[in-house]
């Protein structure tokens, strides 16, 4: 367990330190901005629809370390997929960030379950659904500012 526990760690300190899809991405048919005033986490994300395909998506923004890498981990999660799968995983991260079972094995969850450990934190719960949150908006067309307040 505490192997795991380290390992999840390096995902978070890695995609922390180096974003993935950490640009803006222009013409991109969606761009909604996320914020978390409690943390001060500040994002943009950008989402090119192809259909119902994400074909692209990348943010910008800054915050905490797990705002941050939640975000990046979230874009290659979710990047090709359709958005009917993009929102089931969400609603699965967010069972796995509040505790609650999220339905899948670990290896199914693959960079995802590296957010486990927040549950036992629920103040970050929302550090690391802020980027979700985003992209749910985004993806129903609900408003083009999210905050978590
Ligand atoms: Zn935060």
Not at 11 to 31: C, F, Q, S
Not at 67 to 81: E, N, R
Request: glycine share 8%; with cysteine.
């Amino acid at each position: 367990m505490n192997d795991l526990r380290e390992l999840y760690q390096q995902v978070i300190l890695d995609h922390n330190r180096n974003p993935r899809n950490y640009r803006e991405l222009p013409g991109a048919t969606k761009r909604v901005e996320g914020y978390n005033p409690l943390c001060g986490d500040h994002y943009t994300v950008f989402v090119d629809l192809d259909g119902d395909v994400i074909k692209e998506i990348t943010f910008t923004g800054n915050g905490c370390a797990i705002s941050k890498s939640s975000a990046s981990v979230m874009t290659t999660t979710v990047k090709g997929k359709r958005t009917e799968d993009a929102e089931r995983l969400f609603e699965i991260f967010h069972k796995l960030v509040t505790g609650e079972p999220a339905g899948l094995s670990e290896a199914e969850l693959g960079r995802l379950a590296a957010f486990s450990g927040v549950s036992e934190f629920p103040a970050r719960v929302k550090c690391a659904t802020l980027a979700w949150h985003t992209l749910h908006s985004a993806l129903q067309d609900e408003q083009e500012v999210v905050t978590t307040e």
